[in-house]
């Protein structure tokens, strides 16, 4: 129920509306709840409306943080 | 998909397993609730109960709206469609959910009301602007993630001065909800088991933000770790909570920092304030009444508020006897104890809360987890 995706704003179409593109499917979203939303950036959709704006910084910083796990052949690091 | 696809990488999510299994303290059993149902779902159809260590148990919480949704606000839904001509708009979700008497809003639209189901709440409202002659009502659930849609539909039927809408507003609220599970009354009655951790709401923390799970952290000195939906996700908060608990810390940390801010998402925290003020009570589907956990719609926007159009009073409806979800939802049971459980009790044709939506622990287990039982189990014979 509290599904959401993330997808990219390519077009503001008023104050309160933008096209989005989810994997290829373009579609009318509100942005009455980011009004600072802009073409490019990634907002997250739900119920039709972008609930929130997504941080590529903090997603690298995320996905760095996984990626620093140690490779299953290398020795875990003593702790 | 961008920021998808990378978050349910299968190597690191080996990698990923192997730290936890690591830091696992010998010995120790770690019992974590998540609360969310998306976090349930991930859980199974990934196989993360697979990959952790079997001192790590994971309990599934409440947090299915359309799960917790009582019988008694369907019925009044039912009732104003079937009974009262009104046009009935809704999320699909709600649609299987059981009420009295055999019905659901699916069955109910088979007999003849007008249910229609919307993607979203703006749909509802066109509804209502498409056929000015029809008392349109917009059944509203969902937690804090859905409500700022459905406020934004208020305020827009208010200064569009739509005269034939109204909301059943049935939204409820996380942060009550995860304290009730720890203090209610009902602990007696069930038992309880302890939780050592929360893995926190992914979308409703991006509209709250991380602050009000703070003072839970430090009152009930139980750490909680906010989560992405995706598996790495998952993952990577179990491993925060493990390291929480063997240092002996209580805290909120933001592993879905890439959506999540502290203080949340302002914009939607003033449309809901605007609209919306606390109920003292509301009845949950398993947990039974819980106070100040959901919202009504406030006095300035009474056109709006279906309960008062129409006159309705709320009369609770008991579960089936057998039905055990009021004990799965607080982790005193899994699925497989209850007697109903893919006997009577199906996805195609649920009695309790937790088999409705595919995100409740019932129906995840159902979908995904009773394969696992029965390998173990060995060959039916």
């Given at each position: 129920m509290c599904l959401a995706l993330p997808a990219r704003v390519v077009?503001?179409?008023?104050a309160e509306t933008a096209t989005v593109d989810l994997g290829g499917v373009r579609k009318p979203v509100s942005i009455a709840l980011v009004p600072e939303a802009r073409v490019d950036d990634y907002v997250i959709v739900h119920v039709g409306h972008a609930i929130g704006l997504l941080d590529p910084a903090e997603a690298a910083r995320t996905l760095a943080l996984f990626a620093q796990m140690p490779a299953p052949d290398a020795p875990a690091s003593p702790s | 998909m961008r920021y998808i696809d990378e978050f349910r990488d299968g190597a690191l999510a080996q990698r990923l397993a192997e730290r936890i299994a690591a830091e696992v303290r010998p010995g120790r059993t770690y019992r974590f609730m998540e609360f969310c149902g998306g976090h349930t779902h991930a859980l199974s159809r990934y196989g993360i109960a697979e990959l952790l260590p079997p001192g790590i148990r994971m309990i599934h919480g409440p947090g299915c709206p359309v799960c917790v949704l009582p019988i008694g606000r369907i019925d009044q839904a039912i009732g104003l469609a079937l009974e009262r001509g009104a046009l009935l708009a809704t999320y699909g979700?709600?649609?299987?959910?059981p009420a009295s008497g055999g019905l659901s809003l699916m069955r109910a639209k088979a007999r003849g009301a007008d249910i229609r189901m919307v993607y979203s709440a703006a749909d509802a409202l066109a509804l209502a602007q498409a056929n000015p002659s029809r008392e349109v009502v917009f059944l509203a659930i969902g937690f804090e993630t859905t409500t700022p849609p459905t406020a934004l539909v208020i305020r827009r039927a208010a200064r569009e001065g739509v005269a034939n809408f109204s909301v059943l507003c049935c939204h409820v609220l996380t942060p009550s909800a995860i304290t009730h599970i720890l203090e209610s009354a009902e602990v007696r009655a069930y038992g309880t088991v302890p939780i050592d951790g929360f893995v926190g709401p992914a979308h409703v923390s991006i509209v709250?933000?991380?602050?009000?799970y703070e003072h839970f952290a430090e009152e009930y000195r139980k750490p909680v770790v906010i989560a992405g939906f995706e598996p790495l996700d998952v993952m990577q908060a179990i491993l925060m909570l493990v390291r929480q608990v063997n240092e002996g810390r209580a805290q909120v940390e933001n592993e879905f920092a890439r959506a999540v801010t502290r203080d949340g998402n302002l914009a939607a925290q003033a449309a809901v304030s605007e609209v919306f003020e606390l109920r003292p009570a509301f009845e949950w589907r398993g947990l039974g009444e819980v106070p100040y956990s959901a919202l009504r719609i406030r006095r300035a926007f009474a056109a709006f508020d279906a309960e008062r159009r129409f006159g309705l009073a709320y009369a609770p409806v008991p579960d089936?006897?057998?039905?055990e979800c009021g004990a799965i939802l607080r982790g005193?049971?899994?699925?497989?104890?209850?007697?109903l459980f893919d006997t009577v009790c199906t996805?195609?044709?649920?009695?309790g809360s937790c088999m409705?939506?595919?995100?409740?622990a019932c129906a995840a287990h159902y979908s995904y987890g009773r394969f696992r039982d029965a390998r173990l189990q060995g060959p039916a014979t």
């Open positions: 077009a503001l179409v008023d | 979700d709600v649609m299987r959910v709250i933000g991380a602050g009000p089936h006897k057998g039905c005193v049971k899994t699925p497989v104890d209850c007697r996805p195609e044709s649920p009695m409705v939506s595919t995100e409740g």
